[in-house]
């Protein structure tokens, strides 16, 4: 109830959380993470990660921002997110954020996604930049940076989704977008087949969409932000490559015989029974890395699947 109470005021207009039942909120926050013990004997959580995760979809759904600006007023992100809550107090450099700190900037982003966007774009908004918390540096003169944070970002989104019990696909698309939402900013440096590639992602135009939040959120000190053009260009190359594309732009460089015949290489002589589940998902993950260019060979594909073989097994 205290996590829907969040969700309705996002689900109705005009609904605010009325001051008592914020601090009931927030005194009775902690009871969503206790668990009790079953009359199996078995630990169980008071409140279910499926429930939560259905709650968060249900408050960023229907207004994102107003969402996470709730939650964190309630004290409930440390108990749900934890992730976003360390995104607080972590500085940027205030030549390119004068807007404030990390978590400011998220909240900025998630206003600037539409609010008709998917769930997958709006986790991706909130998780964007998670990883700042733990790749900030500054050094002597005082100059801030974040390097690979994206990478890091991908990673714990990937953590904190699995947790939340979200989708395999929700959370590969999620990854996807946080873990390149800076390399578009070189998209227009890259050669054609690497355009290709990323441009081939089905969820190119979410990542195009993040991209422009991210920047119409990275405020500088005179109050601009940086110019748009730019990813209009993006949009207009992206659309033309598609037209002029003979066939799929995406290209599969494995099968799902590859798969198995690998699984079988490894002793594992009826994978379809066995490992079903995980023969399609390795088949997409590696056939986006080699699109994304990642990976640029066949024989490199193949070395990936035993290496995702043995990380499933």
Not at 73 to 83: G, N, T
Not at 194 to 222: C, E, H, W, Y
Not at 227 to 250: H, M, R
Request: charged share 30%; with cysteine; glycine share 6%.
């Amino acid at each position: 109830r205290i996590l829907t109470a969040a969700r309705f005021a996002c689900n109705f207009a005009g609904f605010e959380i009325e001051n008592n039942l914020r601090q009931t909120m927030k005194d009775l926050g902690h009871t969503i993470d206790q668990t009790y013990l079953h009359s199996d004997d078995t630990e169980k959580r008071r409140v279910a990660y499926e429930r939560i995760q259905k709650e968060i979809i249900g408050g960023l759904t229907n207004n994102a921002a107003k969402y996470l600006e709730i939650l964190d007023q309630a004290e409930l992100l440390r108990v749900i997110l934890p992730e976003i809550e360390k995104l607080k107090n972590v500085q940027q450099p205030k030549d390119y954020h004068s807007e404030g700190d990390v978590f400011t900037h998220t909240m900025l982003v998630l206003k600037n996604i539409p609010a008709t966007a998917s769930i997958e774009l709006k986790l991706a908004g909130l998780f964007h930049d998670v990883g700042k918390s733990t790749t900030f540096h500054s050094d002597e003169n005082g100059k801030i940076t974040f390097y690979g944070h994206e990478k890091e970002s991908a990673n714990i989104a990937k953590s904190a989704l699995k947790r939340l019990k979200f989708s395999n696909k929700i959370i590969d698309e999620v990854a996807w977008l946080v873990g390149d939402h800076m390399r578009i900013n070189s998209f227009k440096l890259m050669n054609q087949s690497k355009q290709k590639t990323m441009v081939s992602n089905s969820s190119f135009g979410d990542l195009l969409v993040l991209a422009r939040a991210d920047s119409r959120s990275s405020i500088r000190p005179d109050g601009s932000v940086e110019d748009e053009t730019f990813y209009d260009d993006v949009a207009q190359i992206a659309s033309d490559l598609i037209e002029k594309a003979n066939g799929p732009v995406f290209v599969e460089i494995i099968d799902g015989k590859d798969v198995i015949d690998e699984f079988r290489k490894l002793g594992i002589d009826d994978p379809m029974k066995t490992h079903g589940k995980h023969i399609g998902r390795i088949k997409k993950h590696i056939n986006e890395a080699f699109n994304d260019g990642y990976i640029e060979s066949r024989d490199e594909a193949l070395s990936l699947i035993e290496k995702m073989i043995k990380q499933s097994s």
